[in-house]
Every structure is written in structure tokens, then in C-alpha cells.
């Protein structure tokens, strides 16, 4: 039996990715190592959460000695690492808990996989990240896996640095690693710091919808499904020491999406056509706001042969249905620390 640790797993990307290994891999045992900060939530994980194959371990990656201790504990074969802080607009308002846990705790993370694997047949330190570390883009050309690193937020110049520790144990300790950077997720359990889902409640309650600048800045979208699909993938087919950019080639400006989702919504809740568009608000822009982000995933699609499932639309429609079946969860998380930090990011802004 395989044992997989994946860090992060209570969180947005992580709980999809835990669902997808527990009920594919019955014969892989998983251990969810997260510390519940504000963005990791046990209620993601409901459905699988008495599975034979599955166990919860709340603990912080940057407690070395805790760290360890597991390590020592459950002998694992793999580190499948998603625990970070992930928001960049809380990185620009906190910045050294980034540095704590996203540079800190990968460090952490590797040193217990390097003192633990004296043999590194079959081990493998997986480990996430975003496109944010290539930098902001003009008006053409994509992020490749040789583009130069150029991280611009407290957010992706603590993954950057969390990438290239994972790299260096690779060329100086010969720790088997793999590293992915991926574009912006969308879909179900979001937190309501991010774009799509903060819209989608204000949409539903009627509240501003807070578009930064002019709103012309581009992402590309990639359902999070998708995404931990292609996690699977490069898990089971990757090359050692290599990296694989993932995303689905679907580049949106904010203000385009956020129209979209007016539409959408306006349908959904039966409201006149043009009704919540009236709620579009532009606001102060973001510190060193990127302009803009787009993913060539070529190498992943030709030597992996991952490809997305879902078009946009689609998939920003199971998104939104999602969010309106799910109301006592949204409404859950905005009761407690979000109201805090929404009023600070919002209010006067
Ligand atoms: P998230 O904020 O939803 O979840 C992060 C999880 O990590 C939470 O469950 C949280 O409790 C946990 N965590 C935070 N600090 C911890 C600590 N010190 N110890 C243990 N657990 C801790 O984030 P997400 O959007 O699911 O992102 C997951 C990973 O994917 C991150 O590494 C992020 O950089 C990367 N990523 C995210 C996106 C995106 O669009 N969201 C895109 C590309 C890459
Ligand atoms: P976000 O979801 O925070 O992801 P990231 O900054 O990591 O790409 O933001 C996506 C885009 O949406 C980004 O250009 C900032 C913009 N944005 C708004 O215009 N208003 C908002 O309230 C938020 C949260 C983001």
C-alpha cells in the first residue's frame, strides 16, 4: 500500500484532490495534514471522511519537530505538498505569514522527506504551485515552464522561493521532486476571498460587486477538477526533477467574467436581465496588481497526455449551481474572521 501525505488537503484545491486519490486509489492510504487556518475546512471533506484509505491529522507544516514526528510515524512514500497561505491580497496586507508558511514550511516539509527517505526508491516530493511565480504578462506570449522566474506579490515570491528550495533538494540531496505551476482555479468549495466566488455571494445578496482598477486585467481559468486531474497525472507519469505548467488556454478579462456572471445569475435567480449588473463597482486597484497571466501547457498535453474536461461556461455553470445549493457553507465561513477582513479590504476602498 502506497502511503501519500497531502498537506493542504481541507483547503480549495487540496479537498478536490483528496476525494479524487481516496476514491480512485483504494489500495493508497492518505494522510490530510492541515493546520484549519481560515481557508481549511473539514466540511470539504464530509463525504469521504470515514473512508478506510483516509485519515485527518490537524498539525502545522512549519512545527519542525511535529513535522518529523509524523514523518517517523507513517513511513510515507509520497508528499503531495498544497498547504500555503494562497490569497494575494492578504499577502499584501500580512506578508510574513507567507514567508512563515510557504517558504518555512516547504523547507520543513522537504528536510523531513530528505532525513526520513534514506532509500529514494520510489518516493516522490510532489509539490504545487502557481503561474504567479513567471511574473505579469503583456498584451501577447505565455508562461512556458523555461520562462525566468519574476514573482511581483508577497504571494508568489513566497511560492518562488518555496519552488526553488524544492529544486535545490533535488540537485544537491537527489530528493525525487516534481514540481507543477498552475493557473487560476475556479469551482466548488472556493473560499470567498478569490474573484469568482466572492461575486457570486454578492451577487446573491445584492451586495457591491468590487472590480479592481479598470478591471482589464486577465486570467486564465482552469476548472479545479482539472486541475487535480492533472495533479494525478503528473504524480503517476511525471519525470523526476521536471516541471509541468498547467492550464486550459481560457483567458478571461475580470470585468468580461464578471459580466458573464451577472448574466448567469440574473437567469438563475429570476431576477430582470441587467439587474445585478447594476452592482458592479469599481474600486481602488491592487497593489502591483499583475496585468496578466496565460499558461501554455503544451509539455503537460503532449508528453502526459492531460487534457481539460470542461469548457468555461460549463463548468462556471456546476460552479454557480454549487454556491446556490450550498448556502448554509458559504454563509458558515462568512459568519466568523471573513467579516474582519472583507471590511478591511473593502470598506472605503
Ligand atoms: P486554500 O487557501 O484554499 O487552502 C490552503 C490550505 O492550506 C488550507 O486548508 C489551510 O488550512 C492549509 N494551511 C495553511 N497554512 C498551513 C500550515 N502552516 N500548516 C498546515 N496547513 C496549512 O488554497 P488553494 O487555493 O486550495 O491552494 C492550494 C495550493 O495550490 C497552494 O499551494 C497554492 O499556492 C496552489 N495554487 C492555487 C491556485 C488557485 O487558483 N487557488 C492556483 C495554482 C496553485
Ligand atoms: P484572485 O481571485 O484574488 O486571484 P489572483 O490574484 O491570484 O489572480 O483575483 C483574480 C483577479 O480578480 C485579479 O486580477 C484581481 C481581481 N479581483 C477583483 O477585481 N476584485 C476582487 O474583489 C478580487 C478578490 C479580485
Given at each position: 500500500?502506497?502511503?501519500?501525505?497531502?498537506?493542504?488537503?481541507?483547503?480549495?484545491?487540496?479537498?478536490?484532490?483528496?476525494?479524487?486519490?481516496?476514491?480512485?486509489?483504494?489500495?493508497?492510504?492518505?494522510?490530510?495534514?492541515?493546520?484549519l487556518?481560515?481557508?481549511?475546512?473539514?466540511?470539504?471533506?464530509?463525504?469521504i471522511?470515514?473512508?478506510?484509505?483516509y485519515?485527518?491529522?490537524?498539525?502545522?507544516?512549519?512545527?519542525?519537530?511535529?513535522?518529523e514526528?509524523?514523518?517517523?510515524?507513517k513511513?510515507f512514500?509520497?508528499?503531495?505538498?498544497?498547504?500555503?497561505?494562497?490569497?494575494?491580497?492578504?499577502?499584501?496586507?500580512?506578508p510574513?505569514?507567507?514567508?512563515?508558511?510557504?517558504?518555512?514550511?516547504?523547507?520543513?516539509?522537504?528536510?523531513?522527506?530528505?532525513?526520513?527517505?534514506?532509500?529514494?526508491?520510489?518516493?516522490?516530493?510532489?509539490?504545487?504551485?502557481?503561474?504567479?511565480?513567471?511574473?505579469?504578462?503583456?498584451?501577447?506570449?505565455?508562461?512556458?515552464?523555461?520562462?525566468?522566474?519574476?514573482?511581483?506579490?508577497?504571494?508568489?515570491?513566497?511560492?518562488?522561493?518555496?519552488?526553488?528550495?524544492?529544486?535545490?533538494?533535488?540537485?544537491?540531496?537527489?530528493?525525487?521532486?516534481?514540481?507543477?505551476?498552475?493557473?487560476?482555479?475556479?469551482?466548488?468549495?472556493?473560499?470567498?476571498?478569490?474573484?469568482?466566488?466572492?461575486?457570486?455571494?454578492?451577487?446573491?445578496?445584492?451586495?457591491?460587486?468590487?472590480?479592481?482598477?479598470?478591471?482589464?486585467?486577465?486570467?486564465?481559468?482552469?476548472?479545479?477538477?482539472?486541475?487535480a486531474?492533472?495533479?494525478?497525472?503528473?504524480?503517476?507519469?511525471?519525470?523526476?526533477?521536471?516541471?509541468y505548467?498547467?492550464?486550459?488556454?481560457?483567458?478571461?478579462?475580470?470585468?468580461?467574467?464578471?459580466?458573464?456572471?451577472?448574466?448567469?445569475?440574473?437567469?438563475?435567480?429570476n431576477?430582470?436581465?441587467?439587474?445585478?449588473?447594476?452592482?458592479?463597482?469599481?474600486?481602488?486597484?491592487?497593489a502591483?496588481?499583475?496585468?496578466?497571466?496565460?499558461?501554455?501547457?503544451?509539455?503537460?498535453?503532449?508528453?502526459?497526455?492531460?487534457?481539460?474536461?470542461?469548457q468555461?461556461?460549463?463548468?462556471?455553470?456546476?460552479t454557480?449551481?454549487?454556491?446556490?445549493?450550498?448556502?448554509?457553507?458559504?454563509?458558515?465561513?462568512?459568519?466568523?474572521?471573513?467579516?474582519?477582513y472583507?471590511d478591511?479590504?473593502?470598506?472605503?476602498?
Amino acid at each position: 500500500m502506497k502511503k501519500i501525505l497531502i498537506t493542504g488537503g481541507a483547503g480549495f484545491i487540496g479537498s478536490h484532490l483528496v476525494r479524487l486519490f481516496v476514491h480512485k486509489y483504494p489500495d493508497y492510504f492518505i494522510t490530510n495534514l492541515d493546520a484549519l487556518t481560515y481557508a481549511g475546512n473539514l466540511e470539504n471533506l464530509t463525504d469521504i471522511e470515514n473512508s478506510p484509505n483516509y485519515t485527518f491529522v490537524k498539525g502545522d507544516i512549519t512545527d519542525e519537530s511535529f513535522v518529523e514526528a509524523l514523518f517517523e510515524e507513517k513511513k510515507f512514500d509520497a508528499v503531495i505538498h498544497l498547504a500555503a497561505e494562497s490569497h494575494v491580497d492578504r499577502s499584501i496586507l500580512d506578508p510574513m505569514s507567507f514567508v512563515k508558511t510557504n517558504v518555512l514550511g516547504t523547507g520543513v516539509l522537504l528536510n523531513a522527506a530528505k532525513k526520513n527517505w534514506t532509500d529514494l526508491t520510489n518516493k516522490l516530493f510532489y509539490h504545487v504551485s502557481t503561474d504567479e511565480v513567471y511574473g505579469s504578462l503583456g498584451e501577447v506570449g505565455f508562461f512556458t515552464e523555461t520562462t525566468p522566474y519574476d514573482p511581483r506579490s508577497p504571494y508568489s515570491a513566497s511560492k518562488a522561493a518555496s519552488d526553488h528550495l524544492v529544486r535545490a533538494y533535488h540537485h544537491t540531496y537527489n530528493l525525487p521532486v516534481v514540481v507543477s505551476n498552475c493557473s487560476n482555479n475556479y469551482g466548488s468549495h472556493q473560499f470567498p476571498e478569490k474573484l469568482l466566488p466572492l461575486m457570486i455571494n454578492n451577487i446573491v445578496h445584492s451586495k457591491p460587486l468590487p472590480v479592481y482598477g479598470k478591471g482589464e486585467n486577465v486570467r486564465d481559468w482552469l476548472w479545479v477538477e482539472d486541475h487535480a486531474r492533472a495533479i494525478d497525472v503528473i504524480f503517476h507519469k511525471g519525470i523526476t526533477g521536471e516541471t509541468y505548467n498547467i492550464g486550459g488556454f481560457n483567458e478571461w478579462k475580470n470585468i468580461d467574467i464578471v459580466h458573464l456572471l451577472c448574466r448567469i445569475m440574473d437567469k438563475k435567480l429570476n431576477r430582470a436581465e441587467g439587474e445585478s449588473e447594476k452592482l458592479i463597482t469599481y474600486v481602488k486597484d491592487r497593489a502591483g496588481h499583475d496585468k496578466r497571466y496565460a499558461i501554455d501547457a503544451t509539455k503537460l498535453e503532449n508528453e502526459l497526455g492531460w487534457s481539460p474536461s470542461l469548457q468555461f461556461e460549463e463548468g462556471l455553470d456546476k460552479t454557480i449551481d454549487w454556491y446556490l445549493a450550498n448556502e448554509t457553507w458559504i454563509s458558515r465561513i462568512t459568519s466568523g474572521s471573513y467579516k474582519q477582513y472583507y471590511d478591511q479590504q473593502y470598506t472605503k476602498r
